[in-house]
């Protein structure tokens, strides 16, 4: 309970001195907003009564105080690339990227997990260098290289999937998992990667212990003592590492999504990024950052649930 | 990223002894395929980021010639050409002088941040500790290829920034392994011994804690030159590293995305570069944290 406590208060120092860090990040950006709302219309005079108007002149502390009140009220303030309020533009976005980053956790465990399998149970056989050689690639390939060659194979050549661009589900959600089918794979590749080589590993470690001889001595199928024996005790530290990547696939959205020209967070960041929106980098920067602690803070309080053995206190 | 963690420590008094066996371990390592392979993919690619350059004028990988243009891999051009008929191979040998150059400088610069803040934190603990652990967790809440990119569009994107831009985004990486091994080390009865001998902290950073805890900062280094060449890639293709005209893996892979029913080979060749130079860093990296520390399962 104590490490709980601990955790949390440290969560929200940390989600503090992240908004300080933005914050500073985003205030050294060459130009203001004010030139940057004005652009071409602007002359000096304009431009100075917009600062003022908008409170660039004040000192530092009270526009980061500003900002993060507004913040803590929901009110994030308006994108200048989009002309329209950041807080609905996060909405939209986040649930468009969580539905990539939630596929592609899926595809990775699904992948992996009988890769790494079959990698244990051949293992130094020919399934185990071909299960070896893909984990490889997918840790070594950036995944947009991975997404172009997607791009090529499943759409340019097969025609099976969009190569670009976003469908809302509720619009028609076959469609919107066409769309995303193709960046969540590209996304997913590399975690898939990692936990292939996790999951043969864990397999290793369990396959040889007593309680498999046990099982094959009771006359057990090789296929009974494989699946439910050894795998469910190999898989549980595997699915925590899964969970523990959230946070990393979120931080790799930016380039999937540019690349497939899906709007989500990831694309909402680079356009900010492009076209210097400060209110709309200071949000998502802010928001990725957010969620990539959260997740690492859940998936350490899940694997005390999990692990008795381990404590914090 | 990858942490690494390391050994215990040596005493002084078995430094030799146990350096000479940690330098035959490492032979013997680089001996087997995996060490061999990965040794070989490095000084290949490190002869073409040195090499390049002076082989290779640069006018060569600049030369547009339109009646060449997206021209498959003949003899006159092994890799085939660009959408403005330049030559591919010459692309790729200059691409990998600047992702090299990129990635080696950034991560000589995370470790110059990074190294101090580590072992200040580590061997001070205390308040030193607790402001620059919040720092570092600060600054590790980001993830590395964002931070990057908000610094490098910060900054202006270009050749110095995108260094200074990796370098900055991998140094809590490394900070954070630095304490760990510098409050290991700390912990240990020689350092105890050098303080109760007079020694100052200076020293005692300098002739006992830095050496024995520079396994692990190679192993990182040399798994952070292959990210390092990931995130150069990564940020060059969103336009937010090198700027073209310089050949940059990245970039050529960016402008590859309009000509790939056509000319597919314009992506597959930068991007095998960019896998074989990270696959090679990788499983050298790997190989020498196995030497390094036996305690550590890089699959786990």
Known sequence: MRYLLNRIALLALTLLLISIVTFILTNILPGNVATMIMGTRGNPVSIAALEQELGLNDPLVVQYGRWIGGMLQGDWGTSLRFKEPIGSLLGQKMAASGMIVVLSLIIAILSAIPLGVIAAVKQNRWPDTVSSGVALAGISLP??????????????????????????????????????????????????????????????????????????????????????????????????????????????????????????????????????????????????????????????????????????? | MTTAQLVTPAAPSEASRNAQRTRKRIANALLNTKGLIGLTLVIVFTLMAILAPIFVPEALSTKIDVTARLSPPTAAHLLGTDQLGRDLLFRVLLGAHTSMIIAVVAVGLSIALGLPLGVLSGYFKGWVDLGLSRLVDTLLSFPAILLALAISAVLGPNLRNTVLAIGIAFAPYLARIVRGETLKVTSLPYIEAARSQGASDMRIIRKYVLPNIMAPVIVQATISIAFAILAEAGLSFLGLGTQPPTPSWGLMIQASRDYLDVAPWTALVPGLAVALAVLGLNMLGDVLRDVLDPTFNSDR
């Open chain 1, 143 to 313: 995944d947009f290289f991975w997404g172009i060659v997607l791009i090529l194979l499943f759409s340019r050549t097969l025609g099976w999937l969009p190569s670009s661009g976003f469908v809302s589900p509720a619009d028609d959600f076959w469609l919107s998992i066409k769309h995303a089918l193709l960046p969540a794979i590209a996304l997913g590749l590399s975690l898939m990667a990692h936990l292939a080589r996790m999951t043969r590993s864990a397999m290793l470690e369990v396959m040889s212990q007593d309680f498999i001889r046990v099982c094959r001595a009771k006359g057990l199928s090789e296929g009974s003592v494989i699946l439910r024996h050894a795998l469910q005790n190999a898989i549980a530290p595997v699915v925590t590492v899964a969970g523990l990547q959230l946070g990393y696939l979120f931080g790799s959205i930016i380039v999937v999504e540019s690349l497939f020209n899906y709007t989500g967070m990831g694309w909402l960041t680079y356009q900010g990024l492009l076209n210097r929106d400060v209110p709309l980098i200071q949000a998502t920067v802010f928001i990725i950052a957010a969620v990539f602690m959260l997740s690492n803070l859940i998936v350490d309080l899940i694997y005390t649930v999990l692990d008795p053995r381990i404590s914090f206190d």
